[in-house]
């Protein structure tokens, strides 16, 4: 049975990097133009949007895309590449694409907005920390830590309860986690699947793929949603609970995988030792 952890050559680290990544744009390019598109179209077509925020925008759906279009990517690592060490390579390839995540959406997406911003002449009052980069939610942090409000209000910079500023600090660290998760969920969706007909093999890696995603984003939009009572509630612990999703789908997949490859391993040990004799 073929390592789940074993370290791959290097020529196959490159080739499983290179599919991964390649399906993981591919995907994401594709989700992104539709969304822009529909939101120009059917949302937005009548406020004129500048440069900057048409670069905020799309730099924010990238960052928000990636880590459910690293599915694909798993899913092409198997596909392209079955070669020992490819939970590895997937591990690393989630790592990746999560990174380019929290740098799309915490870093090229607020400093965008903050420079669409700049022409505001009260663009101090409007964002008083900066851009919304992770370092702008410390000093937003820092600030309502030591100078609690009459009464918190969830969008008012300086009124906005310190466990919701928590939250978004530590949710973006947390759709890195999910990249990788599922990535590997790619991975082990493609290996179970290995043995279907190319339809049925598509039709099962999409059914896992959504169902996986679509139990994140529920989750997460759930924890996080801003009518809670953001003065009681853990910040830190909303941003990292619906891990636990597709945390506990790889685990079943996991299990199914290792149920399949036991069985299959015995029944090919029997066959070429043939039909043991009954009785003595």
């Known amino acids: 049975m073929t390592g789940w952890f074993e370290r ?3 020529a196959a680290s490159m080739a499983g990097m290179a599919h991964a990544l390649k399906a993981t744009i591919v995907w994401t390019l594709g989700l992104v133009a539709a969304i822009v598109v529909f939101v120009t179209v059917a949302v937005d077509q009548p406020q004129p949007w500048s440069g900057w925020t048409w670069f905020a ?7 928000f895309v990636l880590p459910f279009a690293a599915f694909a990517g798993g899913v092409a690592i198997w596909g392209r590449n079955t070669a020992v060490g490819s939970t590895a390579i997937a591990v690393l390839a989630g790592l990746l694409i999560g990174l380019a995540s929290y740098a799309s959406s915490e870093v090229v997406n607020p400093l965008a907005e903050y420079a669409a911003l700049a022409d505001q002449p009260d663009v101090a009052d409007m ?10 939610k410390l000093r937003q942090l820092r600030f309502v830590d030591a100078n609690p409000p009459g009464q918190y209000r969830v969008g008012h910079e ?9 939250l978004l600090l530590h949710v973006p660290a947390a759709f890195v986690v999910f990249s990788i998760l599922n990535c ?22 999409l059914a896992i793929g959504l169902a996986g995603g ?10 996080s949603h801003p009518n809670r009572d953001w003065v009681a509630v853990s910040g830190v612990a909303a941003a990292w609970i619906p891990l636990a ?6 685990m079943v997949l996991g299990v199914m995988i290792r ?20 009785g003595t």
Request: aromatic fraction near 10%.
């Open 8 to 10: 791959p050559t290097a």
């Open 57 to 63: 925008y799309v730099a924010g759906q990238l960052g």
């Open 127 to 136: 964002r008083p920390f900066g851009p919304s980069t992770p370092a702008g």
């Open 158 to 166: 300086t009124r906005t309860p310190p466990n919701r500023v928590r």
């Open 184 to 205: 590997l969920l790619g991975l082990y969706a493609s290996r179970l699947t290995a043995t279907l007909r190319d339809a049925s093999r598509r039709n099962g890696c």
């Open 214 to 223: 679509l139990g994140f984003f529920v989750a997460a939009y759930a924890a």
């Open 245 to 250: 999703v597709p945390l506990l789908e790889a």
């Open 259 to 278: 149920y399949r490859e036991d069985v299959s391993v015995f029944d090919g040990l029997n066959s070429r030792n043939g039909p043991h004799p009954r």
